[in-house]
């Protein structure tokens, strides 16, 4: 099946700066897809060339098929992108700027889709208001109804949460989930490491325009993530010789790092051995932030 | 085509919403210029055999008015969309760059029309202005417009800040157009700056546009709009290139 996403080789310099090495990258029609990565370390970048705002200094990428530059218009008509930045038109209503994007990309009655996207993002109250008068969620929404317009089978969100009620992205992530469920294929970028490890099964991470990491998120979490184990004891203090092992103390609990799973049963005889009791103990879960800082600090 | 028929109607939509400032604004200035020239000069100067000053400078204004907002309207709508950012949603879309071009300047035409027919209109009653070969006037009209209009799109990609737009406008678009015959024949200039107006091609507009009113010119109207032709044909040319390279917009 043709990849949603193909990059071959895609470098962007601004002077000196690398905004993106030599990236190769595939990603999977129906795919919830994440690239993760910290400030400057080329995400946008790699979006805008995906999506033509910039043009790649070599290399090529292309979505469902079609060549980003040879073939844009089609390339373009498979993509819908939400911007990072909270940009808008403030000469006109939500509704006329539907429309306008409607056009822009061949189709004239569109009226039955841009209600229904309304109603989905809770915007239909609003759709005869000026963009100027929206609140700063209202905004984000409108951004996100102006990327589905033309129904495009690729959907890329470029932080689509940052400064974001918890409400808004809920419901936002609701309505990404079933879009995605209906055969969408999805591409997030966040800094919220839980949304990308609860939607996306796949995650690339860069950093300074190379890609460090590329696995499912499943695998990400397996191969990479210290395990912890946490401790209440009694009497309240570790021994000695477990010390080094110590991460530290979290609300009552002594966190422990564990290299493999089987050494909990070697530290908990440890423990029995110098007369301490375990009075509760939690395993937390495997952390995509962890493993997030453990990436970056390797690379 | 749906797509340069929907930025079309964009640009239009978009100054229509703000008529006070895009179209009765340049009407009230243009008709200030011509109660004061008109009764300043009008005793002074003799323009063309025959014809009243107040009524010589009508087109002359009207030309001027319409050059002038067929030049900002595709300039600051560019640069407003690039300084708020909202230019990527154009960006984003299949919309080719000649869609982008013609939506633009053809919008920048409705604008500069308006202004100039709404100049016609509110001085019709006062002042009588013959219009001996109206398709001379439409003709030296419509390229006018496009002219500037590609010209605005130019100016927009061009100039990052407001300020460098207002550069562009005050230091070669003002100029030029003040210095083109619209308040003088060139007939009552000295030799040296009758050559000097000759090489301002918004000479050739407003003479070209006059002729089309009063029958005379200061130059020949087929040599007007052989000059006209050339110029619009070299700007469209380097704003196509421009919009086809991405300069200050894909990069």
New interface residues.
């Given amino acids: 099946m043709t990849p949603a996403i193909e990059i071959r080789q895609a470098c962007k310099a601004y002077g000196d700066l690398k905004a993106v090495n030599c990236v190769d990258l595939e990603v999977g029609q129906g795919e919830f897809f994440a690239l993760l990565g910290p400030n400057g370390a080329g995400k946008t970048t790699l979006i805008n060339l995906l999506?033509?705002?910039?043009?790649p200094d070599s290399g090529r990428l292309s979505i469902m098929g079609f060549d980003v530059s040879r073939n844009?218009?089609?390339a373009?008509?498979s993509v819908g992108?939400v911007?990072q930045?909270l940009?808008?038109?403030?000469?006109?209503t939500v509704r006329?700027?539907l429309?306008?994007?409607?056009?822009?990309?061949?189709?004239?009655d569109n009226d039955d889709w841009i209600d229904e996207i309304l109603t989905r993002l809770d915007l239909s109250a609003k759709a005869d208001t000026n963009m100027r008068a929206l609140s700063g969620g209202m905004k984000r929404r409108v951004l996100v109804a102006?990327a589905l317009v033309h129904k495009p089978p690729v959907i890329i969100l470029d932080e689509p949460t940052a400064g974001v009620d918890v409400e808004l992205r809920q419901a936002l992530w609701e309505f990404v989930r079933s879009l995605n469920e209906a055969g969408h294929t999805i591409v997030l970028t966040t800094h919220y490491l839980e949304e990308a490890q609860s939607l996306c099964s796949r995650i690339a991470m860069l950093k300074a325009g190379n890609i460090v990491a590329l696995d499912t998120t499943e695998n990400l979490l397996k191969g990479f993530s210290v395990r912890r184990v946490k401790l209440q004891i009694s009497p309240d203090e570790m021994p000695e010789a477990l010390k080094s092992r110590c991460l530290g103390l979290e609300s009552g609990y002594h966190v422990l790092k564990l290299d493999e799973f089987s050494e909990l049963e070697s530290l908990l005889e440890a423990l029995r051995k110098f007369g301490t009791e375990v009075t509760d103990m939690i395993l937390p879960p495997p952390d995509l932030e962890e493993v997030f800082v453990e990436i970056m600090s390797e690379a | 085509m749906k797509g340069f028929s929907s930025l079309f109607y964009k640009e239009v939509l978009r100054f229509w919403k703000v008529g006070f400032q895009t179209l009765l604004s340049p009407l009230l200035s243009t008709l200030l210029y011509l109660l004061i020239f008109s009764h300043a000069l009008g005793s002074h100067v003799q323009a063309l055999p025959g014809v009243p000053y107040i009524s010589f400078l009508i087109p002359g204004l009207a030309m001027m008015a319409l050059l002038q907002n067929a030049f900002a309207n595709s300039s600051s709508s560019l640069i407003q969309s690039k300084i708020t950012g909202n230019i990527i949603f154009l960006l984003l879309s299949p919309v080719s760059y000649p869609e982008i071009f013609f939506a633009y300047v053809l919008a920048s035409t409705v604008r500069g029309i308006l202004v100039g027919i709404g100049i016609f209109a509110v001085t019709h009653w006062a002042i009588r202005v013959p219009l001996e070969y109206p398709l001379w006037a439409l003709v030296f009209g419509i390229l006018g417009s496009f002219i500037l209009g590609a010209t605005g799109i130019i100016a927009g990609i061009w100039a990052e800040k407001f300020d460098q737009l207002a550069s562009f406008q005050n230091f070669i678009i003002l100029p030029l157009t003040f210095l083109s015959g619209v308040f003088y024949s060139i007939r009552s200039l000295p030799p040296f700056w009758q050559q000097v107006s000759h090489l301002n091609p918004f000479f050739y507009l407003i003479d070209g546009f006059r002729y089309g009113f009063f029958g005379a010119s200061d130059a020949p109207p087929y040599f007007s709009l052989l000059v006209v032709s050339i110029c619009f044909a070299a700007v469209s040319l380097f704003t196509l290139g421009l919009l086809k390279s991405g300069y200050k917009l894909r990069n």
Avoid: T
């Fill in positions: 999506s033509g705002l910039c043009k844009y218009k089609d373009r008509r992108v911007p930045e940009v808008f038109d403030p000469f006109f006329e700027v429309e306008v994007q409607s056009g822009y990309f061949g189709i004239s102006q």
